[in-house]
Nanobody, 117 residues
Framework: QVQLLESGGGSVQAGGSLRLSCAASGRPCSLFRMDWFRQAPGKERVLVARIFWSSEGTYIADSVKGRFTISRDIAKNTAYLQMNSLKPEDTAVYYC??????????WGQGSQVTVSS
């Protein structure tokens, strides 16, 4: 079992920045990959960013490329999503997901990000 605790959401004006954190506990040594998804009201949950825990390889969705970055701190078992130049269309609930080498997935509780124009 892995438990994920998200933090860092909030409200910001357009052009502002926020950093989301996702701390893993329980069995973090099994982490293979951490993802950030977001779900806007009435829309599907979509992948925003991905980081491979060992190689630190990353993926950033085109919709946020150049504005969002994903990183991780192995010592803290924490993944981060740095969000800059935020736009109103970035408003959503953001979820982190941990994928273990076994294939099991675990989700964070979700963090509301609201960007006002």
């Amino acid at each position: 079992q892995v438990q994920l605790l998200e933090s860092g959401g909030g409200s910001v004006q357009a052009g502002g920045s926020l950093r989301l954190s996702c701390a893993a506990s329980g069995r973090p040594c099994s982490l293979f990959r951490m993802d950030w998804f977001r779900q806007a009201p009435g829309k599907e949950r979509v992948l925003v960013a991905r980081i491979f825990w060992s190689s630190e390889g990353t993926y950033i969705a085109d919709s946020v490329k150049g504005r969002f970055t994903i990183s991780r701190d192995i010592a803290k078992n924490t993944a981060y999503l740095q969000m800059n130049s935020l736009k109103p269309e970035d408003t959503a609930v953001y979820y982190c997901r941990a994928n273990l080498g076994s294939g099991d997935d675990y989700w964070g509780q979700g963090s509301q990000v609201t960007v006002s124009s």
